[in-house]
């Protein structure tokens, strides 16, 4: 089992729509979390880390639940721009991150 | 702006080839690191690095070495290059251990073993 899981998609929303990705994690001893965007052939970037008591960024929501070892990502009101891969993205202290293959998402007209 | 760049964006190489893919940053970060990204693996680490002359394995390290002979500077060496190393590989920094999540990545270098 991987230490970082995510549904590998694709997710094909519309324009506008509200679109929640998810990701679960097998060490339970994490200390911080992330989600990354990934433009096709480009480099991953931080989009936003994540905090225990959740926290938002625009159009952008990030939850964590330690209990059950799981985080979100919510994208409302989606946009053409928003269309790339989501990495989520686990530190386990130590340098040691793991990282999530990645949900691919695509924003259509 | 944290710069990471990345000497090749795209490589060939022959099997049996010694490869090196070479690292710089420009804000003076004190950890680097190499990974490489697999279709349906996502990144996985090789190397890591937190000083000058310093080095820790990753997950993946066999067939890999690196090199920090600068703070800048970190490179990937294959010593001998093998069909199963090709792959985009992705070097990144960060400034410190308390923000280790926050890395900054190169433009990536795809490397075609044949």
């Known amino acids: 089992r991987k230490e970082v899981e995510q549904d590998p998609g694709p997710f094909n929303v519309p324009e506008g729509a509200t679109v929640a990705f998810n990701c679960t994690y097998s060490?339970?001893?994490?200390?911080?979390f992330f989600w990354y965007r990934q433009d096709c052939r480009k480099e991953p970037k931080l989009l936003m880390s994540?905090?225990?008591s959740g926290n938002e960024d625009g159009r952008f929501t990030a939850q964590l639940n330690r209990a059950s070892q799981y985080i979100s990502l919510l994208i409302r009101d989606s946009k053409l721009s928003d269309s790339a891969t989501y990495l989520c993205?686990?530190?386990?202290?130590?340098?040691?991150?793991?990282f999530g293959a990645g949900t691919r998402l695509t924003v259509k007209p | 702006d944290v710069k990471v760049t990345q000497s090749s964006r795209y490589l060939v190489k022959r099997t049996g080839e010694k490869v090196f893919l070479e690292c710089v940053q420009d804000?003076?970060?004190?950890?680097m690191f190499w990974y490489r990204q697999d279709p349906g693996l996502g990144l996985r680490l090789i190397y890591f690095?937190?000083?000058?002359?310093?080095?820790e394995k990753g997950d993946i390290p066999e067939g890999y070495s690196v090199s920090r002979e600068k703070k800048e500077r970190f490179s990937l060496i294959l010593e001998s290059a093998s069909t199963n190393q090709t792959s985009m590989y992705l070097c990144?920094?960060?400034?410190?251990?308390?923000?280790?999540?926050?890395?900054?990545f190169g433009a990536g270098t795809r490397l075609s073993v044949l």
């Open positions: 804000m003076d970060h004190e950890n």
């Open positions: 994540v905090y225990s």
């Open positions: 690095s937190y000083d000058v002359k310093m080095k």
């Open positions: 990144a920094s960060t400034p410190s251990n308390r923000n280790i999540g926050i890395q900054y």
């Open positions: 993205v686990v530190n386990r202290g130590n340098n040691d991150m793991r």
């Open positions: 060490n339970s001893a994490s200390q911080s």
